[in-house]
């Protein structure tokens, strides 16, 4: 069982920038494939940014260039830094765990870029 608390979120002006934190407990984040998704309201949730447990890093295309997906395994965290921020990244952002048919999720925290 994995525990996936995430933190960060808050309101931001466009071309801001934020860090969202997953802390994770009950298993080694570096053992698991984790990966933030986001879901904006009326839209289905994506995925936007992955680590492998082998550190391959992969991004959706609107994010390319601006999101950095990164692990600390000594703090069994994954974070994701968001610069330049825009309006369309507006939504709750999950922490997502996956290792076989095993896969957690987190509760969310709500990102908001707007001036």
């Known amino acids: 069982q994995v525990q996936l608390v995430e933190s960060g979120g808050g309101l931001v002006q466009p071309g801001g920038s934020l860090r969202l934190s997953c802390a994770a407990s009950g298993s080694r984040v570096s053992s698991y494939g984790m990966g933030w998704y986001r879901q904006a309201p009326g839209k289905q949730r994506e995925l936007v940014a992955a680590?492998?447990?082998?550190?391959?890093?992969d991004y959706t295309d609107p994010v390319k260039g601006r999101f950095t997906i990164f692990r600390d395994n000594a703090k069994n965290t994954v974070y994701l830094q968001m610069n330049s921020l825009k309006p369309e990244d507006t939504a709750v952002y999950y922490c997502n765990a996956i290792r076989g048919w095993r896969e957690y999720w987190g509760q969310g925290t709500q990102v908001t870029v707007s001036s």
């Open positions: 680590i492998s447990s082998g550190g391959t890093t």
